[in-house]
């Protein structure tokens, strides 16, 4: 994927330098490119053009293989009774559940659930001011994959407000949501949710969203 996106932006960059720009949005390069390349002919060079045209094959390509590989993930979380209990929780799909379960197995390494998110970097890190213990930024320390797709998941939730409601978390999030900012409160549900993850593999069981949550996360 990153590499697609590289190759979408070449083909901006080198666009741009022919004074040419393009809507954002990579179906609009996609939906306006020949179209863009045959009005303006007498501006692009036949190498650069030639140039373009191979760097647009080249992300065809990679469509071709991202698709392929998800189709692969998709079909492994399908069939592998821990990710199918892993995606019953809010936000988290095949890759999650996958990476999840390819990393740490059924989570037995790990003691309770605030481990699990310790080594994902998603415990804030805290210090003492006199008698009274401050939370700072997240750790960022562990596995960077794994937290990336956690925070990605609990963004992905806070889009839907209308939703909070449904889970055992909600009162929570809504809480929440009222006195943190975005970027911490993402940060604060990734934690709440790779807790609630680590539960579900160790105990053997889906997330229920109409109880509460286990008391072991």
Not at 21 to 30: D, F, M, Y
Not at 96 to 114: C, D, L, N
Request: include cysteine; aromatic fraction near 8%; charged fraction near 20%.
């Amino acid at each position: 994927v990153s590499r697609r996106t590289a190759t979408i932006n070449q083909i901006r960059a080198f666009l741009i330098e022919q004074g040419i720009t393009v809507r954002t949005g990579a179906r609009a390069l996609r939906n306006s490119l020949f179209e863009v390349l045959s009005n303006r002919e007498d501006e692009i060079s036949p190498r650069m053009h030639d140039l373009i045209v191979g760097l647009y094959e080249d992300w065809l390509w990679l469509d071709e293989r991202i698709e392929t590989i998800t189709g692969q993930i998709e079909e492994i979380s399908g069939s592998e009774v821990n990710c199918q209990r892993l995606m019953s929780i809010p936000g988290i799909g095949p890759l999650i559940s996958t990476a999840m379960v390819a990393a740490i197995g059924t989570g037995e390494a790990f003691e309770r659930g605030r481990d699990f998110s310790a080594w994902l970097g998603l415990v804030p890190r805290q210090y003492s001011t006199g008698s009274r213990p401050v939370l700072g930024r997240i750790s960022k320390r562990g596995n960077r994959y794994l937290r990336t797709l956690f925070i990605q998941a609990a963004n992905v939730i806070l889009m839907r407000p209308h939703n909070w409601s449904k889970f055992s978390f909600g009162p929570w999030l809504a809480q929440a949501a009222s006195r943190l900012h975005r970027n911490k409160l993402a940060a604060a549900l990734a934690n709440k949710l790779a807790r609630i993850a680590w539960s579900v593999l160790r105990n053997g069981s889906t997330f229920d969203t109409h109880r509460h949550e286990v008391s072991a996360i």
